[in-house]
């Protein structure tokens, strides 16, 4: 951006490196001035010396104007060692919105996370309704919440939840339970218990299992009386054994 670079090129940072540049160029020039001056006498009659003498007393020369000037620059070098360390960790501190950024970058973009967590939900909600048409029964609130539960019989394992969901979830799961002839209960109570107690693919707590039990057994019984093979059973009783801490 030719902005930016004009603000670095007249910004306090660029100033300071100036005068430090010429602080430096005045010193070192000054220094070496002086030093000729002091040695002026000495640097004339070098000729007059015996070799290698005057070599050796030439090169003295040089390492002690060479030492004034380094000298002469201890003074801006206590300036600018504190100068840079305090420019060095300006530099490193974040501007708010660095600071946001990065914490954006480790955390994640809420967005993207929110719509990562959309998509699963629906994944999750695409395979429980593919699991509906193979549940034994599908419990009601009714209107608000839908639990599909399956029990093989023959198995080990105890009643398992397939699926459940709330208002439009809970409608489609019903809707679906309706397609496939899975019967539909209404418990509001146990529908409730069972959806706040069990995730899907998990079997119902075991406080759960009389309950849960008689609804099976009301099931079975209504399939039986449809295919002949048994009388009417009767109603389900509306107080299922629940525990009171599992009552929502």
Not at 151 to 172: C, F, I, N, S
Not at 194 to 202: K, Q
Request: include cysteine; hydrophobic fraction near 45%.
């Amino acid at each position: 951006s030719p902005i930016a670079g004009i603000k670095r090129m007249f910004g306090m940072n660029s100033i300071v490196e100036l005068f430090k540049a010429i602080a430096k160029f005045l010193v070192v020039a000054t220094m070496a001035y002086i030093s000729l001056i002091i040695f002026q006498d000495e640097a004339l009659h070098l000729d007059l010396e015996l070799y290698p003498q005057n070599i050796f007393h030439a090169l003295d020369l040089i390492a002690w104007a060479f030492l004034l000037m380094c000298c002469a620059l201890i003074p801006i070098a206590i300036f600018d060692v504190p100068y840079q360390s305090y420019k060095h960790n300006k530099e490193m501190k974040m501007s708010l919105q660095e600071i946001k950024d990065e914490r954006k970058n480790a955390d994640g973009d809420p967005q993207v996370k929110n719509r990562i967590r959309k998509l699963q939900y629906q994944a999750a909600a695409n395979r429980m309704m593919q699991e509906v048409p193979n549940a034994d029964v599908v419990v009601t609130n009714p209107t608000h919440f839908s639990v599909a539960l399956k029990y093989d019989q023959l198995g080990t394992r105890a009643p398992t939840l397939v699926a459940k969901g709330v208002d439009e979830l809970a409608m489609h799961i019903r809707t679906i339970a309706k397609e496939h002839d899975v019967p539909v209960v209404a418990s509001p109570m146990l529908a409730r218990a069972i959806y706040y107690s069990t995730e899907a693919d998990h079997e119902i707590p075991e406080k759960l299992f009389m309950a849960v039990a008689q609804v099976l057994a009301y099931v079975y019984q209504l399939k039986a009386f449809k295919q002949g093979k048994g009388k009417r059973p009767n109603p389900l009783k509306s107080n299922l054994p629940i525990p009171p801490e599992l009552r929502r």
